[in-house]
T-cell receptor, first 113, second 115 residues
Framework: DSGVTQTPKHLITATGQRVTLRCSPRSGDLSVYWYQQSLDQGLQFLIQYYNGEERAKGNILERFSAQQFPDLHSELNLSSLELGDSALYFC????????????FGPGTRLTVT | GNSVTQMEGPVTLSEEAFLTINCTYTATGYPSLFWYVQYPGEGLQLLLKATKADDKGSNKGFEATYRKETTSFHLEKGSVQVSDSAVYFCALIPPSPGGSYIPTFGRGTSLIVHP
């Protein structure tokens, strides 16, 4: 158990809908990272928050957004969903902002039908 | 841009065989290098890391040496076990004077170990 929790574990929704994925980092970790894992693209870094502020941005679509709250949990919002958004979404956390030791959650499997 | 290239799998071995999974990278400057492991149905776990040239990372019998000359970070283990069956990811985080440490992962290499 990494200490990082993600909910829900599975999510099935239709195209055009909007969903919210939630992540709670390990106790004491200030950074939260979001990743998308698919067979086509592999593991892609989406975005990082550090202590409530956006720190780094990767290959995140404009339809996707994230935030980190004062209690350090984070949410990833995916809107206008397309079939191609079906993937595993991982959250990871680390103590500092460099991400040299990241602890991954178990992931949320999103299926868009 | 930055990239990580791993050998395609699956790699299939018998128990107690020697393991090598190749990883090469392209990056500006001298990145920090990592190996992560993903067991079925789980998230990734950090296996080992090296933050400067010639450093050797090691953990649980696995090791990898940061080779600047060949821009490589190959993963090795002398004697694999069935429990090592998993997907292994090589990753880098480049130096970032500007403050954004953006990780890049390889596509992953599946390892299957037979008894």
């Amino acid at each position: 158990d990494s200490g990082v929790t993600q909910t829900p574990k599975h999510l099935i929704t239709a195209t055009g809908q909007r969903v919210t994925l939630r992540c709670s980092p390990r106790s004491g970790d200030l950074s939260v990272y979001w990743y998308q894992q698919s067979l086509d693209q592999g593991l892609q870094f989406l975005i990082q928050y550090y202590n409530g502020e956006e720190r780094a941005k990767g290959n995140i679509l404009e339809r996707f957004s994230a935030q980190q709250f004062p209690d350090l949990h984070s949410e990833l919002n995916l809107s206008s969903l397309e079939l191609g958004d079906s993937a595993l979404y991982f959250c990871a956390s680390s103590v500092g902002h460099r991400g040299y030791e990241q602890y991954f959650g178990p992931g949320t499997r999103l299926t868009v039908t | 841009g930055n990239s990580v290239t791993q050998m395609e799998g699956p790699v299939t071995l018998s128990e107690e065989a020697f393991l090598t999974i190749n990883c090469t990278y392209t990056a500006t400057g001298y990145p920090s290098l990592f190996w992560y492991v993903q067991y079925p149905g789980e998230g990734l776990q950090l296996l080992l890391k090296a933050t400067k040239a010639d450093d050797k990372g090691s953990n649980k019998g696995f090791e990898a040496t940061y080779r600047k000359e060949t821009t490589s970070f190959h993963l090795e283990k002398g004697s694999v076990q069935v429990s090592d069956s998993a997907v292994y990811f090589c990753a880098l985080i480049p130096p970032s004077p500007g403050g954004s440490y953006i990780p890049t992962f390889g596509r992953g290499t599946s390892l299957i170990v037979h008894p």
